[in-house]
């Protein structure tokens, strides 16, 4: 029987962190337990005895696995500089016999204390690597990603997302050595760096994938999980509680973002009928005790608190949202920042009754700029920004054009079908 998509969530990291803290090393937890997982599922298609408890079983495969190689290796080591010695008994293993624990015992050992995706992602988002080089190693590591995935996820080719996740292990092994949990006073330190890395790995789910069907490459709900984890250990973090309240509100308005057809929604043509209702008060929740700080998600959770708050797309409270843009600009100065605050202003100034095209000349002219020198995420979305304002202040030429240049480099479908659909063409 397949393993369900939330039994891999649970068990991935357990076994990750279970290896790295036998192995000593996050790079062959990771080798390992894949092979492991591998080995689990033809076990299973080849009609094997069912496997009770999947981390506990991988874990002790692997286990297994890794001390062979490490007894093979330490043989070759010996004999490669007296092969020609007559006396040499290859068969004899040098390395102490290590007591192999029981899986179930190595993994309540292990795991006392910390959950496990939070205890991967504090070595992960060590500062001695960079932000890409962070979330290549946590979407693997802590959500299980494939290379491919992860390429997909991030928008670039497998190659050079399997070689951002090759220098950010060696990276890791070289500035740390043997793989260790970070304690609690450097794992507050590496506090505002995990909460960041999980934004972003909602982020990478939110932008990529509008409707997924794969709860394996769900990593916005995925990063849901892992912001419950950091409430429950830093429950009074306005920081932490913000960030969930953006995760939560972001997947409560998540569907109604596409059409029955595929085709992705603009923002006023969402249908709010259909957001959760549930997950949205929940994020409102949180978002009102986030509100007592003044950091970047306090800041980001008040902006989604007023998007989902807003009865309809007129309603909604343009100038306060470019205010508080405004205000997260100077906390947190990024292009993607910037890109929004210029769609607020936009929104808020055709709102306005009497508003005419040359009152965008200077919103057009900075999203302008930065659609020719922002980093390519941040160009994506301000050539969307400056289609929408051709189209919706009647120059439907330029927007007809510019969206079907658009249409030939989004690789996101949903968004894709919307670029053609807006440029007159008819999707594949």
């Known amino acids: 029987m397949p393993l369900a998509p939330g039994e891999f969530e649970e068990a991935w990291p357990r076994i990750v962190r279970a290896l790295a803290s036998f192995t000593g090393s996050l790079d062959e937890a990771e080798e390992y337990a894949a092979e492991a997982v591998a080995r689990a599922a033809a076990h299973e298609s080849a009609g094997g005895v069912t496997i009770e408890s999947y981390a506990a079983w991988c874990t002790s495969v692997a286990k297994r696995a890794w001390l062979d190689d490490a007894r093979r290796r330490s043989v070759e080591r010996r004999l490669a500089p007296e092969l020609a010695r007559p006396d040499v008994d290859p068969t004899s293993d040098p390395v102490t016999e290590r007591t192999v624990m029981d899986a179930d015992d190595l993994s309540a050992h292990v795991l006392e204390g910390l959950d496990d995706r939070l205890a991967l992602l504090f070595v992960a988002c060590d500062e001695a690597l960079s932000p890409a080089s962070r979330m290549v190693l946590a979407l693997r590591v802590v959500c299980g ?184 600009e100077q906390r947190w100065p990024s292009p993607s920042v910037r890109v929004a605050r210029l769609v607020a202003t936009a929104q808020a100034l055709l709102a306005t009754p009497g508003t005419e095209p040359d009152d965008l000349v200077e919103v057009e002219r900075e999203l302008t700029s930065l659609e020719t020198h922002a980093p390519a995420y941040a160009r994506r979305d301000a050539s969307l920004a400056l289609a929408d304002l051709e189209w919706r202040t009647g120059r439907r030429e330029h927007a007809t054009a510019r969206y079907r240049d658009l249409a030939e480099v989004v690789a996101v479908e949903p968004l894709r079908r919307f670029c053609l659909k807006r440029a007159g063409l008819t999707p594949p």
């Open 145 to 328: 990603l494939t290379v491919p995935e992860i390429a997909g996820h991030l928008g670039v080719q497998e190659t050079a997302a399997a070689a951002r996740l090759t220098r950010a292990k060696r990276a890791l092994s070289e500035a740390r050595g043997a793989f260790h949990v970070p304690d609690a006073t450097e794992r507050g330190r590496r506090l505002p760096v995990v909460i960041a890395c999980v934004s972003g790995m909602f982020t990478v789910g939110h932008r990529t994938v509008l409707d997924p069907a794969d709860a394996l490459a769900d990593t916005g709900r995925q990063a849901l999980s892992i912001a419950d984890a950091l409430v429950a250990a830093y429950p009074d973090d306005t920081e932490v509680r913000g960030l969930r309240a953006v995760i939560r509100l972001g997947l409560a308005r998540r569907p109604g973002r596409v059409a029955p057809d595929g085709t992705g929604l603009a923002l006023h043509e969402v249908d709010r009928r259909r957001w959760d209702r549930g997950l949205l008060a929940a994020g409102l929740d949180d978002a009102t005790f986030a509100a007592a700080g003044d950091g970047r998600f306090a800041i980001e959770a008040a902006i989604a608190g007023l998007h989902s708050s807003a009865p309809t797309f007129e309603r909604t409270d343009w100038a306060r949202i470019v205010q508080l843009y405004g205000a997260l």
